[in-house]
């Protein structure tokens, strides 16, 4: 793949990260901000953005989203196939509720 199609693959999928947290922002702030990893403050940023600030924080060519998971017991959680899916979800969701969220500096 070439670098600009990468740039570009990366934000159409910032594009459509920033539309999806917005859109799950207006239907359930509460279990947005859990989802989505982030505090009330930047849970107001992302629900009062323009839509042309949101296509320029789009157009980065930095990944905007990122994996809520950083060790292997939650990666494991969400990818083992031999467990029952409802119960390694739950279990991830125990473990993801524990980490912080991101705030602006």
Request: glycine residues 0%; contains cysteine; charged residues 30%.
């Given at each position: 793949m070439k670098t600009t199609e990468?740039?570009?693959?990366i934000?159409?999928?910032n594009l459509?990260?920033?539309?999806l947290a917005q859109h799950m922002l207006k239907e359930d702030r509460e279990a947005a901000?859990?989802?989505l990893g982030v505090s009330d403050d930047v849970a107001e940023m992302l629900g009062n953005i323009t839509p042309g600030q949101l296509l320029r924080m789009a157009s980065s060519s930095m990944l905007?989203?990122?994996?809520?998971f950083d060790d292997r017991l939650v990666l494991n959680l969400?990818?083992?196939?031999?467990?029952d899916a409802g119960t390694a979800t739950m279990h991830a969701t125990i473990l993801a509720a524990d980490r912080p969220v991101?705030?602006?500096?």
């Open positions: 990468l740039f570009s693959e934000k159409e999928l459509a990260y920033l539309m901000m859990f989802k905007l989203c990122r994996f809520r969400l990818s083992n196939h031999k467990l991101e705030s602006i500096a």
